[in-house]
Structures are given as structure tokens and as C-alpha cells.
């Protein structure tokens, strides 16, 4: 078996969990939102929240517009841009796609268990590169990857997280269980890194052209630093 390079996450500004975060953030909000009220909702400074969000704007994910004050600079007020390519452009999400599943079919047990297993281990790879873990280290590899997470609900140790995007839309149309399975094989692996105290209660395949998917998980934490 020919020996295949380790999983790699997108270089883009998702990949980061602060700006995950904020991206996350704009879509619940699903309005534009100043500096001063992101920053204060993920509990940083106001400077270094505008410098997360200009890589953003510079990446095409985010739009800016100035609203001038009675009295001091103009206000920047930040969404959502509507063409937004969270996790790359069409070709990336495939690329890596086609490599994934190279990678399982070359792996010697082709079959959903095999390629569920392979995709876990590209997950333990795609997490081993952040810094952090918890949930918001978790959902940034996923806006990395682009899924778009969003917090559907949250009761107690329970945690559902819906996927606003499936960046792999069209060969999902094509073979759902083929897709959603190397998916979930993906996010296992994350939680091993992330999470290994968490616990996958529910993986919930919707129509790729509807999104929403769910993951539903138990005991995962907040995020925290290992630096």
C-alpha cells in the first residue's frame, strides 16, 4: 500500500478557532453586527476582533460597510458575504475529497466500514494540527472544511450541532451514503483529539442540496488552549 500524505486543513482564515467563531457567530446573528458587539460576544478586545475580521473580509467571507457617527470614526458593521466560500472554492472541497477517498479504497477494506475508518483517521489528522480543543475547536475545523456549524440546541451535557453547507454537494447527490459516511468517520476522529471525553449520539444525513445535517454529541467541553 503506497503511503499517502497526511491530512491537511485549509489554509484559510476558518481554520483559525477565533475566526470560526465569529463567522459562526455573524450567521446565527444573520444581520450585519459592529466590532465592538462581536468582540464583546466573544469576549476579546475590540483591536484584535477587527483584525480577525478584515482577514475574513479579505478572504471574500465577510463584507464590511462604514456607518458614519455623530461624533468619533465611523462605525464598521460586518456580515455574511453572499458569494461566502467557507472551506474554498468548489475545486479545493474536491480535491481533497477525491484524495480522501483514494486514500480508503487504497486502505484494503473499501466497503462503509472501511471507508468510515479511514475517514477517521483523516479526522485525528485534521485535528492534531490545531492548537486547541473543546467545542470551538471541534466546529473551526468543520467551518475550515466548509459546513458552516451552527449551535441548533443545547440542553445540559447535550450538544446539536447543525451543518448549514455541505461543501461536497454534488457527489453526495450522487452516492449520499458513500459521502456522509467517510463524513462521519471524520468527525469521530475529531472527537478523539478534541473531545475524548465526548461522546457521537447522532449523525443525521439530510438532502445535500438542503443542508442541516446534525451531529449530536454528550460531554464535549469548551475550548481550551494547550499552549
Not at 25 to 44: D, I
Not at 48 to 55: A, D, I, K, S, T
Amino acid at each position: 500500500m503506497i503511503d499517502q500524505p497526511p491530512a491537511m486543513l485549509p489554509d484559510d482564515g476558518l481554520s483559525q478557532p477565533t475566526r470560526a467563531r465569529l463567522f459562526e457567530l455573524l450567521g446565527e446573528l444573520a444581520r450585519p453586527a459592529g466590532t465592538v458587539e462581536l468582540a464583546e460576544q466573544v469576549g476579546l478586545h475590540p483591536n484584535g476582533v477587527r483584525l480577525h475580521l478584515e482577514r475574513l473580509e479579505g478572504e471574500g467571507l465577510l463584507v464590511r460597510a462604514t456607518e458614519p457617527q455623530p461624533r468619533g470614526r465611523p462605525r464598521d458593521s460586518w456580515q455574511i458575504a453572499p458569494d461566502a466560500q467557507p472551506g474554498g472554492r468548489p475545486p479545493r472541497a474536491y480535491a481533497d475529497l477525491v484524495r480522501w477517498l483514494a486514500r480508503a479504497m487504497g486502505s484494503g477494506s473499501p466497503g462503509l466500514r472501511g471507508i468510515e475508518a479511514t475517514g477517521r483517521e483523516i479526522g485525528r489528522e485534521l485535528a492534531s494540527r490545531q492548537d486547541t480543543t473543546g467545542e470551538d475547536a471541534f466546529k473551526s475545523v468543520l467551518s475550515s472544511l466548509g459546513f458552516q456549524p451552527q449551535v441548533h440546541d443545547r440542553t445540559g451535557k447535550a450538544l446539536t450541532i447543525s451543518l448549514r453547507n455541505c461543501p461536497y454537494q454534488d457527489a453526495a447527490r450522487e452516492n449520499q451514503p458513500l459521502i456522509c459516511t467517510l463524513h462521519r468517520g471524520i468527525t469521530r476522529g475529531l472527537l478523539d483529539v478534541q473531545a475524548p471525553g465526548a461522546k457521537l449520539t447522532g449523525f443525521e444525513p439530510h438532502d445535500p442540496d438542503v443542508a442541516g445535517c446534525l451531529i449530536k454529541l454528550t460531554g464535549i467541553a469548551t475550548s481550551q488552549s494547550e499552549k
